[in-house]
């Protein structure tokens, strides 16, 4: 499995993006995704992930409300929509695959795309 991340830029705090993750390969749809992040100086955080047929969500609190994830299993594609973006957004979105549906441990996803910046500004 391949991944690309892509749609990351430059956003007004309250603004949106939509962040995109393509996948290559057959056997992405067997796997969940899920959308990190990495911010300057720390940790790489977990987002959000879907399941195969979406019928399992997972957000962190910090981004409940506010970011969307959904998929198109036709394009092999998964989106994250950040919508009412803060400054303490901004950070490195990456996407990756696991075949556990509760992963949140990035310990725990197999493939990872390279990232896509996402820089708010106040």
């Known amino acids: 499995v391949q991944l690309q991340a892509s749609g990351g830029g430059w956003v007004q705090a309250g603004g949106s993006l939509r962040l995109s993750c393509a996948a290559s390969g057959r056997t992405f749809n067997r796997y969940v995704t899920g959308w990190f992040r990495q911010a300057p100086g720390k940790e790489l955080e977990f987002v959000a992930a879907?399941?195969?047929?979406?019928?399992?969500?997972d957000y962190v609190d910090s981004v409940k409300g506010r970011f969307t994830i959904s998929r198109d299993n036709a394009k092999n594609t998964v989106y994250l929509q950040v919508s009412s973006v803060k400054p303490e957004d901004t950070a490195g979105y990456y996407c990756?695959?696991?075949?556990?549906?509760?992963?949140?441990?990035?310990?725990?996803?197999?493939?990872w795309g390279q990232g896509t910046q996402v820089t708010v500004s106040s």
């Open positions: 990756a695959v696991s075949r556990i549906l509760s992963a949140r441990h990035p310990g725990l996803y197999d493939y």
């Open positions: 879907i399941s195969l047929s979406s019928d399992y969500i």
